[in-house]
Structure formats: C-alpha cells, structure tokens
C-alpha cells in the first residue's frame, strides 16, 4: 500500500500523521534530483537524491561529510512501500553493509564522525563492517518504548547505534545534549542545593549524556513528525546525535533517508544536509517535512537547550512560558541559570 492510497484510509480527528496526495507527489518530486554524472558539493547541498544508492556512490564529491548518519534496513524480512528487503545471514549482511559503506568513506572529511543504527541481530554485523574502515568510539542502546510482548523469548524494545571516527580529530559536544531530569531526592550542603537547581518550575539536574537512552518516544499519530514508515527514527534521538557531533554550517549526510528526518532535524538545528532514498513517495515525504520546517522548528522532547524526560511536555511549557516572561523583562532566561552550573 502506497502512502498515497493510505491517505484515503480513515483517521481519527487529533491524528497528525503526515500524508501526501497525488497532486503533491507531483508538486514535491520537481524538488527531488538525480545525478548522471560526478557533482560538486553545491549541486546536492540541502537536497533530496531520489535515486538507487549504488547508482551515485562514484558521483558523489569527496571529503564533504562532516557527520554521517546511517538507518539502513536491518537484517530482517521488511517492506517500504512495495520495496522488500530479504533476511540474509550474517555474513551476508557484514559483506552487504560494506558494499555501500566502504564507498562512503572517501565523501567523508578527516574529522568526520559516523552513527549507524542496528538492532540486536544487526549489531554485531555492523560492528565488525564499521571496525574495517573507522575507530569504534561507543555503542549506544536505546529504548524503543514498543515492541510486542513474546511468551518464549524477551520483549524486543531497544536498540544500537554504534559511534564511530575517522581519525582521533573529531568534534563532540556533551554540553550540547544534557539530560535534563527532576530531582526526586535533593541533596543539600549547608542548606544549598548540591548539584541540582531550584526554582519556581521545580527542582532539576543536568545529567551528562551516557550511552544508555531511556528517554526516546517512537513517533505514533498523535505526533506531528509521524509518518506511516515503518521504521522512522524519533527527531528527538537524530537531534543528539547531530547536537553532539557536528556544529551549525556543518554538512550531515544520510544515505538511507527515508521520510527525511536526518534532513528535517539538520535543518531545524542549522546545518547542512543532504541524503538519498530509493522510493519516491518517502523522498516526497521528506521534502514535505523540510518545508513544514520553515514554520516550525521545534523539536518534541528538546526545547531551552536540553533535552528532557518522557512525559514532561508539561514542566517543558511551562518553562519556556517562564523563559518567555523574563526575557521580556530583561531577566536572564532560566536556562542560562543552569549554563552556570
């Protein structure tokens, strides 16, 4: 089913799934470009390539990619949108990734750094594909928040995405991706909060960023990121990885685009962008989505600098309402209370 002929199906009222119609598929691939020959790094700036990946990988220009962000499809039975990705062994697999991913590392820049995503039956595949070409710096796991209950096996909910550099000069920003979390039991020295702020919104922590993400909630219909791809990754989780990893003006690159949210979040937060994808309703999808982004560029679950917990869309409001007030008295935004810590 195309998500063309989704759009047709019925939803409920509050449902804020992003859809498109035949006339924009028409209006939205006149944005889309495919490239015949080598290019330079002005022709795909900020651009969607609808196109075969293997059918670009010599034509794209060299040492451009500052972070590359990879969300291939893992080595499961899976369908996008007509398009059927077979489970292979795997070893298999291993030889797959590296197929695409050797290419790719001649567009990277010396200081790049790379992210690829797996799941548990991917991981170590992935692993031992990036160790031939980068230093393995981290692999994080993060919480799906869904998955399908299983009476024989555990509950699947997470996931990897293993870090990875060129060389030893990369960029990494934790300031950039704090956790912020509510102090449940505040300790104090001498009367005075040890390592935690309060004030009229509660009291808080700053948390550093590990490698363990509990914090990802997985787009659904009430979101207004959602699309109906299968697999589309959160804003929230390519907003870390783009915060710690690259700095504004910076080129990030994503082979597997998708529906576009490696793009979408690049451009909410200032950098360059480029991807490519195979189908053209999903290339579509993410044009749309870049659009939507020149009125809108928040990102749920980010919002004053930090990052925050599930299910606090509510102290996020509320502080922003506050920040909001004093900015406008000329008061310090109570962000920058926090900055000082």
Known sequence: MTNSSKQTKQRANRNQTITLDKQEITRLAKKLIKINKKIDINAITNKTIWQDLFKVL????????????????YNLGKEFNGNKFKKMTDGAYEKWI????????????PT?????????????????????????????????????????????????????????KYYFNPNAVKLKRKVIAPYRVEGKPKDWVEDENGNYRLTHPSNLWSDITIPFWSMPENTDHPTQKPEKLVAKIVLASSQENDFVFDPFLGVGT???????????????EIDKEYACLAE????????????????????????????????NNNHNNNTKNNQLPLIKKYDKK
């Open 58 to 73: 010599d034509r794209l220009p060299d040492n451009f990619v500052d972070l590359l962000f990879v969300d291939p499809p």
């Open 98 to 109: 590296d197929s695409w991913l050797a290419p790719l590392v001649r567009i990277l820049k």
């Open 112 to 168: 790049a750094s790379i992210y690829i995503c797996g799941d548990w039956v991917s991981s170590s595949a992935v692993y031992r594909a990036m160790a031939r070409h980068f230093i393995i710096r981290n692999r994080i796991t993060w919480e799906r928040g869904k998955g399908r209950g299983a009476k024989s096996n555990w509950k699947n909910c997470s996931e990897d995405i293993w870090f990875g550099t060129i060389s030893d």
């Open 262 to 276: 490696t793009s979408v979040v690049a451009k909410k937060l200032n950098r360059k962008y480029g991807g490519v």
């Open 288 to 319: 749309k989505r870049l659009e939507i982004v020149e009125t809108n560029k928040t990102i749920q679950g980010y919002a004053q600098g930090v990052f925050w917990k599930r299910n606090s869309l509510a102290d996020q409001q509320r502080m």
